[in-house]
């Protein structure tokens, strides 16, 4: 069903709708602190909709919601039932649906966000859901995380290193993880953080930034 139901959305590569970043990572990583946080910042400059998924709840979308950081109806939840990355990756349907539920309301938005369910390092998005992925990990799970690699981690567009101030309590070495992630990710850019000291999360909102005004500058498709 999933593969019959794609066909009739837009295509990832298509003009005139907004960027579709895709915010994964394990349970309790940080992804709805740094949506809220993205929301934010982005929010005075950039017309923003945000797609939660949860297995069972509408929980992280409440969460956003309470805090203030869009109009209500600018959040959406997806109660996926499943595994989160089946939503996210492999039957995207119910989250195309409601991605295009806010284009259709607000439109024209310049960034969607879809928060994908806490997942563990495999999970990623269908680039036919997402155009831009940011996987985040923390460092409650030790410095060891980054070099145990998985898609997550070496094939996301940006790996958010988050918690950062939690790491003399738990015996993490951020320089570990710093040179273990570059040495799995091929280049790809890597920004240590703490959304709870640091809530303007300058260096992810500036690489946000950045992709939507590609985004919005690419030249059109031909054919």
Not at 14 to 23: M, P, T, W
Not at 68 to 95: F, K, M, S, Y
Not at 145 to 172: E, Q
Request: charged share 25%.
């Amino acid at each position: 069903m999933g593969a019959h139901h794609e066909d009739h959305h837009h295509a990832p590569d298509g003009r005139g709708r907004a960027l579709r970043l895709g915010v994964g990572g394990p349970v309790g990583s940080g992804k709805t602190a740094l949506v809220a946080a993205l929301c934010r910042e982005l929010g005075p400059a950039l017309s923003l909709g945000v797609v939660t998924n949860d297995i069972y709840t509408t929980e992280d979308a409440d969460f956003l919601r309470r805090a203030g950081v869009l109009d209500e109806e600018r959040i959406l939840a997806v109660q996926t039932g499943c595994c989160p990355h089946t939503a996210i990756r492999d039957d995207i349907a119910a989250n195309l649906d409601a991605v295009e539920t806010l284009e259709h309301r607000f439109g024209p938005l310049d960034l969607v966000i879809v928060e994908s369910g806490g997942d563990n390092l495999t999970a990623t998005f269908s680039r036919g859901l997402a155009d831009r992925q940011v996987f985040v990990l923390d460092v409650s799970g030790g410095d060891k995380v980054p070099r145990k690699g998985g898609p997550g981690v070496t094939t996301a567009d940006l790996l958010v290193v988050n918690k950062t101030d939690l790491a003399p309590l738990v015996g993490a070495d951020l320089g570990v993880m710093d040179r273990d992630a570059a040495a799995v990710r091929g280049g790809r850019p890597v920004v240590f953080t703490s959304v709870r000291r640091e809530p303007s999360v300058p260096e992810v909102a500036t690489w946000v930034s950045h992709q939507v005004r590609d985004w919005s500058n690419r030249p059109a498709r031909l054919g």
